[in-house]
């Protein structure tokens, strides 16, 4: 490794955005919000992901009714590895409290995959 190489930086975990909240938050409640999100660790690179998330309060474990939900998009090409890009991703997803208290999940990802057999960047 060759110092100031992707691998020798720390993780950089960024994000901006604004959320609206309720206190108490009781069954029928909802806290929601948007952010950009950037995430660089090693060499992957999430630049600019907008995300929507709501979370919605007094749902009992084992309803039908999801407890959260969230819509990821990217807007710019990320770099997972060297070889591997994804586009035009977008990311739906609801989130269930099981009854055992696991969670569930169940949703869609959708995008372009791109694989290379030498890396990206020289």
């Known amino acids: 490794?060759?110092?100031?190489?992707?691998?020798?930086?720390?993780?950089?975990?960024e994000i901006t955005g604004m959320a609206d909240l309720v206190y108490?938050?009781?069954?029928?409640?909802?806290?929601?919000?948007n952010a950009t999100i950037t995430i660089n660790a090693g060499e992957m690179s999430l630049p600019n992901l907008?995300?929507?998330?709501?979370?919605?309060?007094?749902?009992?474990?084992?309803?039908?009714?999801?407890?959260?939900s969230v819509y990821?998009?990217?807007?710019?090409?990320m770099t997972i590895t060297p070889q591997v890009s994804m586009d035009l991703v977008a990311l739906r997803a609801n989130g269930f409290r099981?009854?055992?208290?696991?969670l569930g999940l169940?949703?869609?990802?959708?995008?372009?995959a791109r694989a290379y057999t030498r890396p990206l960047v020289g």
Do not use: H, W
Request: proline residues 10%.
């Open 1 to 13: 490794m060759i110092p100031g190489d992707a691998e020798d930086l720390p993780p950089r975990f």
């Open 72 to 77: 990821l998009l990217s807007t710019e090409a």
């Open 106 to 112: 169940v949703g869609s990802i959708q995008g372009v």
């Open 98 to 102: 099981t009854v055992n208290g696991s």
């Open 50 to 68: 907008v995300a929507d998330v709501a979370y919605f309060c007094g749902i009992e474990p084992g309803s039908a009714e999801p407890f959260f």
């Open 24 to 33: 108490p938050c009781l069954k029928g409640d909802k806290a929601s919000g």
